[in-house]
C-alpha cells in the first residue's frame, strides 16, 4: 500500500494525496495552490500522476485550497466517482463556480463550465458513518467540524487502517459539533495550520469582538471584516445576530458584501440538523439565525458601491478572507486612510497577503495601483479560526498513541508542520514526518 503526497505539504494549500493498492488507486482532495502568482501557476501543471488512473476521489469539505483543481483533474482523464457528504457538494459548486468567475476576469482559467458540470455529474452523496467499498479498499467519512459538511476520511485497506482529516476543526465551533474522536489508527495524515499556536477562549473571542463593535460605533468609523465565504462568515452573522437581541452592541448597519458568502448562507440554512444540538434546537424555534434587522446582503456591484453612501458607523463584512481580492478592497481603500475606521482579521493570513502586511504593522499599502495610507486601527482575533490548534491536534493524535505506527504532518507553513511532528515524536515516541512534495512511502 503506498501514499504519495501531491500538495498541501509545508503550505496550506494544494492538498491532493494519492492511496494506492494493487487494485484500487483512491484520491483523497484536489484543492487548488492558492498565493502569488508563483504560487497559483503550479495549478497548470500536470499531474504527477494518471488521472485516468484514479478510481475514486474523496472529498473532505469544500475549500477552494481542496476542491479546487476537481475539474482540472475531469479535464485530465478522470472519470471515476467524487465521493463527499451532501452539504460538501453543494457548498463546493457555489465555490468552483465562484472560482472560475474569477479566473475569467483575471483571463486565467483552469478550466472551464463544461468541465464543472461533467465534474457533479461524478460526484455522489454520502452520509456519515456510513461504510462503503471501492475496489478492496473501504471507507468512511465521520465528523471533522471544521466546515457544514466535512469529514474525517478514514480508509481500511490491505489490512491497514489510516485517517485522514482533511482540516480538523477547533473544538469551541460557534455553530458545529466538535471532530469525533477516532481511536485504533495505524497511519494517520493530519493538518497542521495552527501547528505551533493557541487559540483565544471563546470567551475572550466574543468579548473582543464586542468591543471592536463597541468601539468603532463610539469613533463613528467602519468595521471593516475580511470574512472567508464558507463558515466565518456564518459564524460572525449569528453572533451579531445574538449580540443586536440582547442588545450588547449598538444598533447600526451591517452589510454582507460578498456574493458568494451570501448564497454559502442559503446552503447553511439548509442543513439545520448539521449544528450542535442546542443550536439545532434553536434553529427550529427561530429559522433566521444569519438575518437580522438592519442586515444587508449585497449582490451587485451597483448595491456594493451604495455601501459607501450609509454614513458610519457601520459594519462590513467582505471577502475575501486574506484580503487577495475581492469587494474587502474596494472598502479598504476608501476607510483604511480613516482613523475612526478599523479592520478586524479574523482568520489565518498566509505569509504573502494583504492581510498578513497588515498585522505586520504596514504603514501604507498599494490597492489597485495607489499608496494607501495605513491610518485605521487594526486589530485580530483568533479565535475565530475553523482549524484546531496546536494542543487540539496534538490531543487529536495522543487519543490514538497505542495503535500509531506513522504519522504524516500536513498542510501547514513549514514552521507549524515541524514543530507539530516535534512533538509528535518528543512527547508520544510515534514518528511524525513532513513529507515533501510527491514524495511517495511505503505503509
Known amino acids: ?13 494544494g492538498s491532493c494525496y494519492l492511496v494506492q493498492t494493487e487494485q484500487t488507486n483512491i484520491l483523497v482532495d484536489c484543492g487548488m495552490f492558492q498565493g502569488a502568482d508563483d504560487v497559483s501557476d503550479v495549478n497548470f501543471n500536470d499531474f504527477a500522476f494518471d488521472p485516468g488512473g484514479v478510481h475514486a476521489l474523496l472529498v473532505t469539505h469544500a475549500h ?26 453543494d457548498l463546493a459548486r457555489l465555490i468552483l463556480e465562484d472560482a472560475l468567475s474569477l ?9 472551464d ?122 459564524d460572525i452573522l449569528y453572533l451579531l445576530n445574538e449580540m443586536v437581541h440582547f442588545k450588547r452592541v449598538p444598533d447600526m448597519p451591517v452589510f454582507v458584501d460578498a456574493p458568494l458568502a451570501t448564497r454559502v448562507t442559503e446552503v447553511y440554512e439548509g442543513y439545520g440538523d448539521e449544528y450542535r444540538q442546542e443550536i439545532h434546537e434553536l434553529m427550529t424555534r427561530h429559522p433566521n439565525l444569519f438575518r437580522f434587522k438592519r442586515l444587508t446582503f ?15 458607523p457601520k459594519v462590513i463584512i467582505a471577502g475575501s478572507g486574506m484580503m487577495t481580492g475581492g469587494r474587502i478592497l474596494h472598502h479598504a481603500r476608501r476607510y483604511l486612510p480613516d482613523p475612526k475606521s478599523m479592520l478586524l482579521i479574523i482568520g489565518y493570513q498566509s505569509p504573502r497577503s494583504l492581510g498578513h502586511r497588515l498585522l505586520n504593522g504596514a504603514q501604507s499599502i498599494h490597492i489597485f495601483g495607489e499608496e494607501i495610507p495605513v491610518n485605521a486601527e487594526i486589530r485580530q482575533i483568533d479565535g475565530f479560526s475553523a482549524h484546531a490548534d496546536a494542543p487540539q491536534l496534538f490531543s487529536f493524535v495522543e487519543q490514538t498513541r497505542d495503535t500509531l505506527k506513522r504519522v504524516f504532518v500536513v498542510h501547514g507553513e513549514e514552521t507549524q508542520a515541524s514543530h507539530l511532528s516535534q512533538e509528535i515524536r518528543d512527547r508520544l515516541g510515534v514518528q511524525a514526518d513532513v513529507p515533501a512534495l510527491h514524495e511517495e512511502v511505503e505503509l
Open 1 to 13: 500500500m503506498k501514499l504519495s503526497f501531491h500538495g498541501g505539504v509545508q503550505e496550506v494549500t
Open 64 to 89: 477552494l485550497d481542496h476542491v479546487g483543481r476537481i475539474p482540472r483533474l475531469v479535464q485530465k482523464g478522470f472519470h471515476g466517482r467524487i465521493i463527499s457528504t451532501a452539504a460538501t457538494r
Open 103 to 111: 479566473a475569467q476576469r483575471e483571463e486565467r482559467q483552469l478550466f
Open 113 to 234: 463550465e463544461h468541465d464543472i458540470e461533467r465534474s457533479f455529474s461524478q460526484w455522489d452523496a454520502i452520509f456519515y458513518h456510513e461504510k462503503k467499498e471501492v475496489g478492496d479498499i473501504a471507507y468512511r467519512f465521520n465528523r471533522s467540524g471544521h466546515i457544514l459538511g466535512s469529514a474525517l476520511v478514514e480508509l481500511w485497506a490491505e489490512g491497514k487502517r489510516l485517517l485522514f482529516t482533511g482540516d480538523l476543526g477547533n473544538v469551541s465551533s460557534t455553530l458545529l459539533e466538535p471532530p469525533e474522536q477516532i481511536s485504533g489508527l495505524e497511519y494517520l495524515v493530519i493538518e497542521s495550520t495552527y501547528g505551533n499556536r493557541m487559540h483565544e477562549q471563546v470567551a475572550d473571542r466574543e468579548l473582543k469582538f464586542e468591543r471592536a463593535i463597541e468601539d468603532v460605533a463610539a469613533k463613528g468609523g467602519a468595521l471593516m471584516i475580511p470574512a472567508f465565504a464558507t463558515e466565518r462568515t456564518q
Open 298 to 312: 449585497t449582490e451587485s456591484v451597483d448595491a456594493s458601491k451604495h455601501i459607501n453612501d450609509v454614513p458610519p
